[in-house]
């Protein structure tokens, strides 16, 4: 791994142009260029090719970037080779979806247990994930090797869970519930904020519906 | 409203503030200087003091803002007086969490109906919302005045989804299916991507147990 400061923007679209380069695998194409690529994920050859050299991957002029030595590049940039672990912490509607979605996408990432208060919920087996109850959050995270917290808890009870997710000693969080959440500076803190999107998109449609008179 | 432009990122920290002043309204707070709901947030009192300009509203220097006054010009602000309609698109797991957990959140901003392609969901009352034929997509949306879509279909399935809308005339996407959507411009797109998240968190959990020599 390169040791300069790489932003969350940078990673994110690496992210998306692996997804992007599986698309085309799936498709059977063999090599793409970085205007190509970089059309399909609505950015700038030159931003590719800058990201490509963080990642340490350089294509050939004339026949542009191999899709699998890229993809299996940016899988050995984004990924652990021996995996990482995370844990979800609130079983509700969003938690159960949540285990759902991300059941067995990323191999080298995978949720290997959930927490919350119910004891009807402790001991089943959600989407091929194991819950159990609050109270063991901190033991079980050091016994499963367990390095990211996903919270899915109401707002109220988020910065709770997120204090003892990070006295079990996870690095990074990703937060679904509506609050900010306050970590050591070790702990990176990703927030997904649904209820703000929807607002933002809200907002946009009206403004755009009265530019057009619609309403 | 304001004929100003107006950034995503400004539309996103309004959402915020009204966010944290209910809590504060809901804790008996009457009033806050722009310096305290700046430490809520996470931003600065100059940031605060020049959103709640675009806001239109200025507080007391002495007494800082009314908090009630305040949500509720910012709600004035993001919100159309008569309330705005949206539909859900893809009723699994995922569909299912989200009407749940956006299910009366906001007066103004209700979820009117969902589609999907599975006969046993049409007809059936989820969350609140009815779920009706995909087939019916464009005309129930016509005749509903809605204005704003969701997407929680698979990536595969997300274009021609978007495309349907955009011919109902919705102005606004949410997007949660983990593909680019093409669509005109006077369509506003917000694309909510969980697994670029979880992957981005990764990253810099796995750089992080690095740096403390954890892993």
């Not at 989407?127 to 990211?148: A, W």
């Amino acid at each position: 791994m390169s040791q300069q400061p790489i932003s969350g923007k940078t990673i994110g679209r690496l992210s998306l142009y692996r997804r992007v380069l599986y698309g085309l695998l799936a498709e059977g194409e063999r090599s793409i260029f970085s205007h190509q690529l970089a059309a399909l994920v609505g950015g700038t050859a030159a931003q590719v090719r800058r990201d490509m050299m963080a990642v340490g991957y350089t294509g050939s002029p004339t026949r542009g970037y191999d899709v699998q030595e890229l993809s299996e590049s940016i899988g050995r940039f984004l990924e652990s080779p021996q995996g990482q672990r995370a844990a979800l912490v609130g079983v509700g509607n969003l938690g159960r979806a949540l285990l759902a979605y991300f059941s067995g996408r990323r191999p080298k990432l995978s949720i290997e247990a959930a927490f919350d208060t119910d004891p009807l919920k402790y001991g089943r087996v959600i989407h091929g994930c194991r819950c159990y109850p609050m109270d063991d959050l901190v033991s079980k995270i050091r016994e499963l090797g367990i390095t990211i917290g996903i919270v899915t808890v109401p707002a109220e009870s988020a910065q709770g869970v997120a204090d003892k997710l990070c006295q079990a000693g996870v690095f990074g969080i990703l937060n679904f519930a509506p609050t900010r959440l306050w970590t050591p500076s070790v702990v990176y803190v990703e927030d997904i904020d649904m209820t703000m999107s929807l607002e933002k998109v809200a907002f946009f449609a009206r403004q755009r519906a009265m530019e057009k008179g619609s309403i």
